[in-house]
């Protein structure tokens, strides 16, 4: 009498079978990444007026500095994902969440209040920590949240944040004029309201619950279990290689696109050339959206190695072809959503595949080391950026060739394993 209910609810559409509960966990794992990405972009919107304002030497060593913010941001993502990741496989997904959620929203409004770049630099590496934190601990609060059929469409749907917090700040910045920058990081804080609700509402994930003694495991225990078994080592420097890929690609783009704005808005007042910069990145993120919602469901079709294979590819094509050869307003609003669909729409891969890579007590530790050490060893890349324009003078070239780092991931996929269509390990 069963096989023909559960043989319907195996054909039903993938949302069908979810209840109230796990779409509320959807809703909650996205406004944390929504508001983590806003926060990012906020900085990037507001940094050319602040490095005007708090900085006083050349050109050439303000993009030095330039590259130097994001090289922080990195470090403190990778060191606050690592820590935070570990974190949530002892404390539990919900309460890491939270406490990441209010630290990067306190920090981003005490932005607001500094007086030098140095301090702007110490803030930042703070409020990276928690920006770092809550990918792990909302990635992995939804993979063992949801049914292994809906996971690649969570996925997609979590990752389309990556789109709506820069439209969010985009739209903030239009509102606030380029000399009133201290605005955009005091909206910042309004995020921290979500973590009231998500400690009254959300409960940690049985799978989580289920687990005996992880909680009163040694906070490096994980750690140091995930390096000893070499299975799941290999997974982790394989996710790391591609995590490297794929954030400074994505990051490359994002931090630099107000520099690439301002290369093509010359004559324009501060004002006029603020207001391209959304536009610009309003348009952009379309790709964004369009590239997140693709590239789980491509993984689901036809395999997590084969299409991660495709955007590694396309990626630096793509930003090639919207900044070489000095380039125009027009051409970058035109070619900026295809950048951003190959170069950031991968991400959502990650969100998917990494989680799938590890077991239930490691998990959080292992997608938190891949998606955020990464960084560290991306941290480079953007520094090397800024040293590149202020020595070449071109945005658009030094962008351009920094935008070849994907080539790492595609020696990694040579040795990932394929997990489609499988459940995730316990």
């Not at 997140?292 to 190695?305: H, S």
């Not at 020696?411 to 997990?419: K, R, S, W």
């Amino acid at each position: 009498m069963h096989l023909p209910t559960d043989s319907k609810l195996h054909d039903a559409p993938w949302y069908r079978p979810l209840t109230r509960y796990q779409w509320l966990v959807l809703l909650i794992a996205w406004l944390g990444w929504v508001f983590d990405i806003m926060d990012t972009a906020l900085f990037n919107f507001a940094k050319t007026p602040m490095l005007k304002e708090l900085f006083h030497g050349t050109t050439a060593q303000r993009q030095v500095v330039d590259g130097a913010f994001l090289t922080l941001l990195l470090i403190g993502w990778s060191v606050g994902g690592l820590v935070f990741g570990i974190l949530a496989d002892k404390w539990g997904r919900v309460r890491t969440l939270t406490l990441t959620v209010l630290i990067y929203c306190v920090f981003t409004g005490a932005t607001a209040l500094c007086r030098s770049w140095e301090q702007v630099a110490v803030i930042r590496l703070v409020t990276a920590f928690g920006i770092g934190g809550e990918w792990a601990a909302g990635a992995s609060l939804l993979a063992e949240t949801f049914p292994d059929k809906a996971r690649g469409p969570g996925a997609a749907i979590l990752q389309s944040a990556a789109a709506f917090g820069p439209w969010f700040a985009a739209l903030i910045n239009l509102a606030v004029p380029a000399s009133q920058w201290r605005w955009l990081f005091l909206v910042g804080i309004a995020p921290a309201l979500v973590t009231v609700f998500i400690r009254l509402h959300i409960k940690e994930p049985e799978k989580w619950q289920l687990a005996q003694g992880w909680q009163r495991r040694n906070f490096l225990e994980p750690l140091r279990e995930l390096f000893a078994n070499p299975r799941w080592m290999k997974h982790a420097i394989i996710a790391l290689l591609l995590g490297i890929s794929g954030i400074a690609a994505a990051n490359n783009i994002s931090y630099w696109l107000p520099n690439l704005t301002k290369a093509v808005s010359e004559g324009l007042s501060a004002n006029d050339a603020q207001r391209r910069l959304s536009f610009v990145t309003m348009t952009m993120h379309v790709g964004t959206l369009v590239g997140v919602c693709l590239m789980p469901w491509l993984c689901e079709k036809v395999g997590r190695k084969k299409e991660l294979l495709t955007f590694f590819i396309l990626s630096p094509i793509s930003v090639a072809a919207a900044t070489l050869g000095g380039g125009s307003y027009g051409r970058l609003l035109l070619l900026a959503p295809l950048m951003s669909l190959f170069t950031i729409g991968m991400s959502a891969g990650f969100v998917l595949y990494f989680p799938e890579l590890f077991p239930t007590r490691l998990r959080a530790t292992g997608a938190g080391f891949a998606y955020n050490t990464g960084r560290i060893l991306a941290a480079g890349i953007p520094l090397l950026t800024g040293i590149v324009i202020g020595s070449s003078k071109s945005v658009s070239f030094a962008v351009s060739i920094t935008a070849l780092v994907p080539v790492i991931g595609l020696v990694a996929l040579i040795f990932a394993p394929e997990t489609k269509g499988k459940p995730l390990p316990d």
